[in-house]
């Protein structure tokens, strides 16, 4: 079995910097790639950032320059630093990892359950 865990989330102020943990466990062979949706109540779930095995990156033009996605491969974890945050950053922000179970399995999709990030003064 695959578990993803989130932390870090909670309240912060426009302007503040917030870092988001998640850690995978389980049996995993590999990792393709790790990385960090989010939903906005009423609105439907995006992709913030993402990083692959070698370490390639992509990010959502909202928040491209402000938030940087890393991780620690031999933790299994990924991390989302979020900086410069805007009320416009409020949502439940999920991970998502890409895991091959096996050598030479199909990968598989797993996702924890979710923090919630609140901006606002």
């Known amino acids: 079995q695959v578990q993803l865990v989130e932390s870090g989330g909670g309240l912060v102020q426009p302007g503040g910097s917030l870092r988001l943990s998640c850690a995978a466990s389980?049996?995993?062979?590999?990792?393709?790639?790790m990385g960090w949706y989010r939903q906005a109540p009423g609105k439907q779930r995006e992709l913030v950032a993402v990083i692959r095995s070698g370490g390639n990156t992509d990010y959502a033009d909202s928040v491209k320059g402000r938030f940087i996605i890393s991780e620690d491969n031999a933790k299994n974890t990924v991390y989302l630093q979020m900086n410069s945050v805007k009320p416009e950053d409020t949502a439940v922000y999920f991970c998502?990892?890409?895991?091959?179970?096996?050598?030479?399995?199909?990968?598989?999709?797993?996702w924890g359950q979710g923090t919630q990030v609140t901006v606002s003064s």
């Open positions: 389980g049996r995993i062979f590999s990792i393709n790639d």
């Open positions: 998502k990892a890409v895991v091959r179970r096996n050598p030479g399995v199909v990968v598989s999709e797993f």
